[in-house]
């Protein structure tokens, strides 16, 4: 049916004439009401948007010396973030002359990773970034 002929009778009937696949040969229109369906467009948009997680970024921050306990600690907290679905930094600072003994802190690292290596994948290798070496831990 020709534009004209279509237009007539979305108007006849109250209705508007909306376009739908402007790219088919011939275009494919519908006839209905303009402001229900862009109240469904946006019904459908919110629903998509409540079902979907939001990752967000924990940060544990360590040091080279830490005590086993407290490694005991922030690795409890490490997990239960990655089993929220969280992506974990952990950051390892150093002070003073903790910069001269680096390999310390990447022991630590290193340990971390391991401990945590069923339930996660390295994101980001450690790196050193002044002071302070980070590494990025994401759920598998």
Do not use: C, W
């Not at 209905?32 to 919110?46: A, C, I, M, P, T």
């Not at 830490?66 to 952990?90: C, H, P, S, W």
């Amino acid at each position: 049916m020709t534009a004209r002929d279509a237009l007539h009778r979305a108007f006849s009937v109250g209705l508007d004439l909306l376009e739908i696949s402007p790219n088919a040969e011939p275009p494919v229109v519908k006839i209905l009401d303009y402001g229900k369906y862009k109240y469904e467009q946006q019904k459908k948009k919110n629903e998509a948007k409540k079902k979907q997680k939001v990752i967000e970024i924990k940060e544990i921050k360590v040091r080279p010396n830490i005590d086993e306990n407290d490694y005991q600690v922030k690795l409890r907290a490490m997990k239960t973030f990655i089993e929220e679905g969280d992506k974990v930094k952990v950051t390892l600072r150093y002070r003073g002359r903790e910069m001269a003994h680096q390999d310390i802190g990447v022991k630590v690292l290193e340990r971390i990773r391991i401990d945590m290596d069923p339930s996660t994948k390295v994101e980001q290798m450690p790196r050193m970034e002044n002071r302070q070496m980070i590494m990025v831990l994401s759920p598998r």
